[in-house]
Every structure is written in C-alpha cells, then in structure tokens.
C-alpha cells in the first residue's frame, strides 16, 4: 500500500508527535497514514509512537453512528459536527467500511459529501482505512482514535455502513452507538438486523421533515414499542427514539444533549471507565490472536505442508487432530 507517509520525506518520530500533541491536522494525518503502514521499518515506529502518546489519549467521547446507505449519515455527521464545533468542541471522523478493500474508501473518500465540515478547522475528517481484513481495518482504527484523542479531538465519530458486518466491530470501539433509521416501512425493509438494533444506545429517526413528518411520528411510536422489549442494557440506559432532519438542522442539538446527558449517567455509575476497559482487554485478546494466526501461517513452507495433509485428510489416512498435531511440530 502506498503512503503519504513514505511520499513525503521521513520526519523524525519525535517531531510527528510533538506535531500531533499541538494538534496539527497534517501531522495527525501522517500518523494515522503510518500506523495503517504494513511495511515492516514502518511497524516499528508506529508501536512506539501509539506507546508514546497512549498516556494522553482517551479523553474524547467516542461515538459510533449506523444505518443504511442513504439514511442520511453524511448528511446527519455534516450537520452534527458543525454544531458541535460551534460550541466550542474539535471534531475527528473516521469510518469503517467493509467494502473499502474494494472500492478505496468508498464511505468518506468523497470528502465533498461533508463539504462544510470538512473546511471547518476544528474538524478532522479521514477517509475510511483500507486493509486486507475487517478486523485489521479495525485495529488500525481503533488507534486511529487514540491519535486523534492526543492531537486535542474532543469527540471522536466514527461512521460504519450498516450492512451488518461492522457494527459489532465499532460498537467496541465507541461509547455511544446512534442508530440512523428511515420512517415507514418495518426494520426487515430497512436491511437493519434486530441484533443491530439492540445494540443501539439510540435510534433516531432521520429525515422527518416535509411529507414525510407523520410517517416518523407513526415509525417513532413503533421503534419506541420495540426497544421497550429488548433486554436491559448494561449501562442502565433507556433508550431514546428520537425525530431529526439532517437537512433542516432538525433534532440536532437535541441528539446531543441526550448523548450529554448518557455521558453524565455512565461517567456517575461506572460503567463508561468499566466499558472502556472491556474493550481495551478485548482488543488485546484479539490482537493476540491475529498474531498467533499470522505467525502460524508465515512459518515457511507452512501452505506446502497444510496441503499435503488436505490430501491425507480427504483420503482418511489420518485424523484432523494427528495432521493439526504434526503442524504444530514439524
Ligand atoms: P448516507 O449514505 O447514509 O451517508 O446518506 P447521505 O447523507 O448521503 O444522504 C442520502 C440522501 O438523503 C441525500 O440526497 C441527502 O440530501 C438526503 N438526506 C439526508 N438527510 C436528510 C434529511 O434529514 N431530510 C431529507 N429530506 N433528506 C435528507
């Protein structure tokens, strides 16, 4: 994968984040370009840049935001960020896009689509990473956040498509998951999984403006219904169904003011810090198993040696456990 980082001539580790701590957008967008590099040298230096600034980060609000194509997420970010930085907060979005593999950053690659936001010094918009795996994007991602927390980023947004391979991965990630959701037409219409649904620490209905207010005023009572059902979450949170328009700046500050207001009770019963570290140990599992995999599959001569057992597996001539056993042993 090319990098700016590499294009543009190597600045000494320290200068990076000594340019990063002061808040340089440039200098935040080179360490994110070095930390999603897969070039070895590059490696080195990114673990010890993450190591370096980890004791300044983690001071934003993470908040997650779904729903699919076309709900209204840029639309919804543009409009939510600008009000945000108006009172005063520094504004990072990044993304997560299953499909970014393929078509290079598909979901924030058009950065005209926060056009605003985007011209807004106290915001930060990155395109989505690419990455040859969801849970490597997410890796990067996930340190992607923690540059932005030491560069001064109050909040810290991160966009998914909700096509339903994401959000269980970003849902880690944040502290807050908004669900964008359309009026009309049932949840199983709108390709949003129960499950994503119950993930939700907030559903708020977009576009409910014009024609369309008193469908979402109906979809509203509906969602209200549903999430009376689900099974209690862990942060003893209701809840909301809200109304917004993205469009009209409808419902905007309101969405905020209860994201305040979750902040404020989660911060009071602990479950903010004892969620934060769920997902701190749970990545650290899960970066373990990465590199137990990797290394296991970089071991030379290691496909040469799977393929012949496939063989003898296929013929019966041993079992699954003894070819495992002799692959970890030869
Ligand atoms: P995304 O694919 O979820 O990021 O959706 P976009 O933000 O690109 O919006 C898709 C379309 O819906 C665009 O044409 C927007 O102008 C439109 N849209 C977004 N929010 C609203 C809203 O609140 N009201 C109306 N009427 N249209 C909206």
């Known amino acids: ?34 930390v999603e590099s ?37 639309t919804f970010i543009e409009a939510f960020g600008i009000q945000l930085t108006k009172l005063g907060k ?22 005209t689509r926060m056009d605003q936001l985007s011209r807004d010094p106290n915001a930060f918009i990155r395109p989505s990473a690419s990455g040859s795996s969801l849970g490597g994007v997410a890796s990067n991602t996930r340190e992607a956040i923690l540059l932005c927390e030491a560069a001064g980023f109050d909040i810290i947004i991160i966009e998914t498509v909700g096509v339903g391979q994401s959000e ?9 998951f908004l669900l964008l959701m359309l009026a009309g037409g049932g949840d199983e219409l709108q390709g949003i999984k129960r499950g994503i649904m119950e993930m ?37 949170w209701t809840v909301p169904v809200d109304l917004c328009s993205s469009l009209e700046n409808e419902g905007i500050l309101d969405a905020w003011k209860k ?21 701190s140990l749970k990545w650290f599992h899960e970066r373990i198993q990465t590199r137990l995999e990797s290394n296991f599959y970089s071991q030379p001569k290691i496909h040469e040696e799977i393929k012949k057992r496939e063989l003898l597996i296929s013929e019966q001539q041993i079992s699954v456990r003894k070819a495992v056993d002799e692959l970890f042993n030869f």
């Open 1 to 34: 994968m090319d990098s700016t980082f590499r294009r543009t001539p190597k600045i000494h580790l320290q200068d990076l984040i000594d340019g990063l701590i002061g808040g340089n957008r440039a200098f935040l967008s080179k360490a994110i370009t070095l």
């Open 38 to 74: 897969k070039r070895q040298d590059d490696k080195v230096q990114s673990a010890e840049l993450v190591d370096k600034i980890i004791s300044t980060a983690g001071k934003s609000l993470r908040i997650g935001i779904t729903g699919v194509p076309g709900v209204g997420k840029s």
């Open 90 to 111: 520094k504004v990072a979005v990044l993304s997560i896009d299953p499909s970014s593999n393929r078509t290079k950053g598909s979901i924030l690659g058009d950065k």
């Open 168 to 176: 269980t991965i970003v849902k880690d990630m944040v502290d807050y």
């Open 200 to 236: 939700a620490d907030h559903i708020l209905i977009n576009k409910a403006d014009k024609e369309n207010i008193n469908a979402a005023k109906r979809s509203r009572e509906d969602y209200k219904n549903a999430v009376h059902l689900f099974p209690p979450n862990e942060a003893n």
């Open 259 to 279: 994201i305040e207001m979750y902040q404020q009770q989660v911060v009071e019963n602990g479950w903010f810090m004892k969620n934060r570290s769920k997902q």
